[in-house]
């Protein structure tokens, strides 16, 4: 009888372990995880908030400013720098859906004196985003980490560095993907002209009079 209430008492227990841990994975675990997806997160701001950015690279200074054909209609991209010229709508979104939703691996500190080993004293290139509350944001990218699968960056770096070079410094590993966004030709930022065709209707072979 004793081994029998035993045997219920150990049934009642793993019951209410299993609840426990269904509990855990439907209600706790899920927002743990979206709490650490938030925190790796590079910007808080969804893509479809910028109005302007700006790509600076050592070769060139890019621009681009969201127009739109009416108040709260669609719209589109155009360059203003160097040309004013129609953007390639890919190259932009590529870019702007890496800044609205890329995610950092991890963040290492490091001190002022320590930026010119990742790059950071003088980046790969710079971008700098325009929201539609006036907000700006600003990301660095620097070297390529040892693995080949990251940048090291600075998300919104102050403006000038204090010149304490032991001062601390959060650095972001990035995505790759960065690199192809921000390194491209001037002519891949502008958009692609359709071939035009000639619409003009071909000429009726002539019958000679044989085929008469």
């Keep these: 009888m004793k081994l029998q209430k035993n045997t219920l008492v150990l049934i009642a227990v793993a019951l209410s372990l299993a609840g426990f841990v269904s509990l855990f994975e ?7 995880e979206a709490a650490k997806e938030e925190k790796q997160r ?28 009416k108040k709260g209609g669609q719209s589109s991209w155009e360059m203003k720098v160097p040309v004013q010229v129609a953007a ?40 700098t985003v325009r929201l539609d509350n006036q907000e700006t944001h600003r990301l660095v990218l620097g ?27 959060p650095v972001l590993l990035v995505p790759f ?6 390194q491209r ?15 003009k209707p071909k000429p009726s072979p002539t019958l000679s009079p044989n085929n008469q």
């Excluded at 439907?26 to 743990?32: D, S, T």
């Excluded at 302007?52 to 690279?57: A, C, I, P, R, S």
């Excluded at 600075?154 to 304490?164: D, G, L, R, T, V």
């Excluded at 030709?185 to 619409?199: G, I, R, V």
């Design 26 to 32: 439907i209600q706790v675990a899920p927002k743990q």
């Design 143 to 169: 070297k390529t980490d040892f693995s080949g699968r990251f940048l090291y960056a600075q998300a919104n770096p102050p403006e000038s560095p204090s010149q304490n070079s032991s001062q601390s410094l």
């Design 42 to 69: 590079i910007f808080a701001f969804k893509p479809d908030r910028i109005q302007y950015f700006t790509v600076k690279t050592p070769e060139n200074i890019l621009t681009f400013e969201r127009v739109y054909v």
């Design 177 to 182: 993907d960065f690199k192809n966004a921000t």
């Design 185 to 199: 030709p001037l002519s891949e930022w502008k958009k692609t002209e359709e071939p035009k065709t000639d619409k």
């Design 88 to 127: 390639n709508q890919a190259s932009v979104d590529f870019l702007l859906d890496r800044l609205g939703t890329g995610k950092s691996d991890r963040t290492i500190d490091i001190t002022v004196a320590q930026l010119p080993e990742f790059g950071l004293d003088q980046p790969q290139a710079t971008v």
